[in-house]
Each structure stands twice: as C-alpha cells, then as structure tokens.
C-alpha cells in the first residue's frame, strides 16, 4: 500500500523520465545529452526501487504498532526504533534524489534541444516539489524533533531544490 513518500517517489520516476526523454532529443545540441540521458534513467529506476522502500516501510511502521500495542514507555520506544527510523530514512533518500533530479534538470534546461525546455522545467518542478513532500513526510514522521540533523538536511535540500527549479523559470 502506498503512502506520501511513494507518491513524493512516484513524482520523481515521472520527472526522470521526461528527462530521459529530452536528453534522447537533445544529441544535436548537447554533446553530453548520452551522459544526461543515463543519468536521467539511473534517477528514474532509483525513484522507481524508492517508491517500493516507502511503501514496505510504511507497511512495516504499522504492523509494528500493532504488535506493541501493549507496551508501554521505552520497551515501546525500542519495539518500535527500526520500524520509524524507515520511515525518516526512506523520504530523505527521497528529498537527496529529487534534488539531483533538479540538478539534472537545470543542466538540460541550459544545454539541452530548446524545445524541450519546458520539459527540463516540469520535471525540476515536479522533483523540487517531491523533494518539499518528503522533508514534510521526515518533519512529521519525527513529530517535534526539530534538530533532528535528517530533518535539518531534508530542509535544505528541499529549499536548495525548489530554489533552482524556480530559477528555471527566469
């Protein structure tokens, strides 16, 4: 069963793959639009395998609950550890991947087939956007843990993220 994350992920494939689409039309006016577009795939099949990790970390952080369901205090906090720190861990790989499909994006955006800019544009949108989801997904899942440093980086990854999406468009 999917949760946020998986959909945060999910954003990324889609992302990704117009990536690999512009780079594919993008060899007359890019030298490097081959290395964009093994790049741009490696990025979708990592979304892709993260869309799964959420899902089965997601399902695991609720059958743990339910297995605790009488515990209290630490031995609660310790039943439940492994199954929570999967689910702070699964988005933040997610936020440091849409980020690097931002990075991919913007490269493509500046060098790639200026037709295709507008796609190079929507997947920086939509990778900074999932990049913002997951660091919401970490700030919940850690519910107050404010300084948490997975926290903290997801943050400003997301911003960084979104920051260059948006200078896409200038």
Known sequence: M???????????????????????????????????????????????????????????????????????G???????SPARAATVDVPLAIARLGAETVELAGELAAHGNPNLRADAMVAATLAAAAATAAARLIAVNLSGASRDPRLVEAQKTARAAADAADSLGL
């Open 2 to 72: 999917p949760a946020g994350g998986s959909a945060a992920a999910a954003a990324i494939a889609v992302a990704a793959a117009l990536l690999e689409k512009a780079s594919t039309l993008s060899s007359k006016q890019w030298a490097s639009a081959e290395v964009a577009l093994e790049q741009a795939h490696a990025l979708r099949l990592r979304a892709e395998e993260l869309v799964e990790a959420d899902a089965h970390a997601y399902m695991s952080f609720v059958e743990a609950t339910r297995a605790v369901k009488g515990l209290r």
């Open 74 to 80: 630490q031995a609660r906090d310790r039943a439940l």
